[in-house]
């Protein structure tokens, strides 16, 4: 199993960058995808998630309308465009993959991707 993020980098404030997390090893269509990021020193949070039926989305309050998570199922992909980004934003990201199945929750995580915000 591997989940693989990448497209962190420094970008000033305002600026946009796209991040992307690929998935092997496991039916990527059958998991909801999530991204989270974690800033120095703070918990790790949930920043924006997408089922893997339906492909509904959430986002955290703090990124709603900046923010767009989407899916590729045939591509085994999930992306992340960060658009008007903010020196808060600055974090660690990190893509996980879950699963419910028969009581059995299915948990996979990224090493993750840094995002630096900052002029």
């Known amino acids: 199993v591997q989940v693989v993020e990448s497209g962190g980098g420094l970008v000033q404030p305002g600026g946009s960058l796209r991040l992307s997390c690929a998935v092997s090893g496991f039916t990527f269509s059958n998991y909801h995808m999530t991204w989270y990021r974690q800033a120095p020193g703070k918990e790790r949070e949930l920043v924006a998630g997408i089922t893997s039926v339906g492909g509904a989305t959430n986002y955290a309050d703090s990124v709603k309308g900046r923010f767009t998570i989407s899916r590729d199922n045939a591509r085994n992909t999930v992306s992340l465009q960060m658009n008007s980004l903010k020196p808060e934003d600055t974090a660690v990201y990190y893509c996980?993959?879950?699963?419910?199945?028969?009581?059995?929750?299915?948990?996979?995580w990224g090493q993750g991707t840094r995002v630096t915000v900052s002029s």
């Open positions: 996980n993959a879950q699963l419910w199945r028969y009581g059995v929750r299915y948990d996979y």
